[in-house]
């Protein structure tokens, strides 16, 4: 069982540059969710997703942005990167129904920004 | 800010003590969920304790719920090296934030064979 699978697992990128972080699940779950974990400060909730066709704004949505084109995927991107977003990055899906909202993560994209 | 706040943010025991952890959040909750985290991987889901529930136990784990004080704390009982981890509750809401955690800064558990 894959589960959520994350690529690429780590980047180095140049200020200015772009880039897409892919997250896929084979679980059939509605809900995706972007995450950077920076030291001492958990997990930040960055975009997430309710079904396909849909996204929303989470806690850090600045500078990022994301897709949902197909239920399985949920892509981040980062337009102009900056130092600032220099994190690891985890995205995670759970299932809809009644009130275990469990969330299923990746390992995890581990980028830095020169 | 941070919904939920883990104390201590640091632990470290021997083998076969108990490791208890507390957690700590600010708004109403429908549940709260505990995670771990082993050192350069992501979270893997250990137990999720409804608001309607005190206490809940799941093989060496024992959590607790206190809505009137508005805090958790996870137990891990005979603890093992590999129980070496970092710990995150993370609270969930019901209504329109169904779906959305929101985690604490974790406390690093360091388990001594």
């Known amino acids: 069982n894959a589960g959520v699978t994350q690529t690429p697992k780590f980047r180095v990128l140049k200020t200015g540059q772009s880039m897409t972080l892919l997250c896929a699940q084979d679980m059939n779950h509605e809900y995706m969710y972007w995450y950077r974990q920076d030291p001492g400060m958990g997990l930040r909730l960055i975009h997430y997703s309710v079904g396909e066709g849909t996204t929303a704004k989470g806690e850090v949505p600045d500078g990022y942005n994301v897709s949902r084109l197909k239920k399985q995927n949920f892509l981040l991107g980062l337009e102009s990167a900056a130092p600032s977003q220099t994190s690891v990055y985890f995205c995670a899906s759970s299932p809809p129904l009644g009130a275990k909202n469990i969330q299923y993560f990746g390992a995890g994209t581990r980028l830095s920004v020169l | 800010s941070q919904q939920g706040e883990e104390d201590p943010q640091a632990l470290s025991i021997q083998e076969g003590e108990n490791a208890t952890m507390n957690c700590s959040y600010k708004?109403?909750?429908?549940?709260l969920q505990w995670y771990r985290q082993n050192s350069g991987r992501g979270l893997v889901h250990l137990i999720l304790i409804r608001s309607n529930e005190r206490e809940k136990h799941s093989g060496r784990l024992r959590v607790t719920l206190d809505t009137s004080k508005k805090s958790s704390s996870l137990l891990i009982t005979a603890s093992r090296a590999a129980d070496t981890a970092s710990y995150f509750c993370s609270s969930g809401a019901g209504g329109t934030s169904y779906g959305k955690l929101t985690f604490g800064q974790g406390t690093i558990l360091t388990v001594h064979p």
């Open positions: 708004t109403s909750i429908n549940n």
